[in-house]
């Protein structure tokens, strides 16, 4: 059974680098895509975009880097020039790929705050 | 940016249904696009709950139902109990953001 785990810093500063790691286990990461998600506190989701691809939220996407290292079975999260507005749960998916694509399993997510 | 709209609360008395609609457009549900239904319990990462408009991941209770016709779609529990009290989403993709959307979610209380 997949099991996803984020992990990072949980305090950024404004105009920094937020950056986050999701290792998989129970499975290989080469077998699936994945993506992250996030949500501010008290409002809903916000799909940010596939790692191993560009497929990006158009609205993140210039601020936007991620990664997959295949060796560490774990995929990684890059988003620079992080304003108040960054500050939510961060959680890592997996996630079918295509245009039908649903999320399962979820991480536990984890909190970042951009505060100086 | 969610572009798929629910209402923000939905309730019901212990054993009765209730029903939680997602409302699209031509971009994304009104495209031919399969919707899915998450459930956020209090404190935790959402869960699926249905998955390709209609279909329950092994485990979740047939209690529990999805539908989709024209720009909208919607999750339907019958026999509510307590467990059941959480936040839904549904989800699906736009073809003119070129990427995933969700709704903008509904908290569903047991009375």
């Known amino acids: 059974q997949v099991q996803l785990q984020e992990s990072g810093p949980g305090l950024v500063k404004p105009s920094e680098t937020l950056s986050l790691i999701c290792t998989v286990s129970?499975?290989?990461?080469?077998?699936?895509?994945w993506s992250w998600i996030r949500q501010p506190a008290g409002k809903g989701l916000e799909w940010i975009g596939r790692s191993g691809s560009t497929n990006y939220n158009p609205s993140l996407k210039s601020r936007v880097t991620m990664s997959v290292d295949t060796s560490k079975n774990q995929f990684s999260l890059k988003l620079n020039s992080v304003t108040a507005a960054d500050t939510a749960v961060y959680y890592c998916?997996?996630?079918?790929?295509?245009?039908?694509?649903?999320?399962?399993?979820w991480g536990q997510g984890t909190l970042v705050t951009v505060s100086s | 940016q969610s572009v798929l709209t629910q209402p923000p609360s939905v309730s019901g008395a212990p054993g009765q249904g209730v029903t939680i609609s997602c409302t699209g457009r031509s971009s994304n549900i009104g495209a031919g696009y399969a919707v899915h239904w998450y459930q956020q319990l209090p404190g935790t990462a959402p869960k699926l709950l249905i998955y390709?408009?209609?279909n329950r991941p092994s485990g979740v209770p047939d209690r529990f139902s999805g539908s989709k016709s024209g720009t909208s779609a919607s999750l339907a529990i019958t026999g509510l109990q307590a467990e059941d009290e959480a936040d839904y989403y549904c989800?699906?993709?736009?073809?003119?953001?070129?990427?995933?959307?969700f709704g903008t979610g509904t908290k569903v209380t047991v009375l």
């Open positions: 998916a997996r996630d079918l790929g295509g245009y039908e694509n649903w999320f399962d399993p």
């Open positions: 989800q699906s993709y736009d073809s003119s953001l070129s990427g995933y959307v």
């Open positions: 129970g499975g290989s990461i080469s077998s699936y895509y």
């Open positions: 390709g408009n209609s």
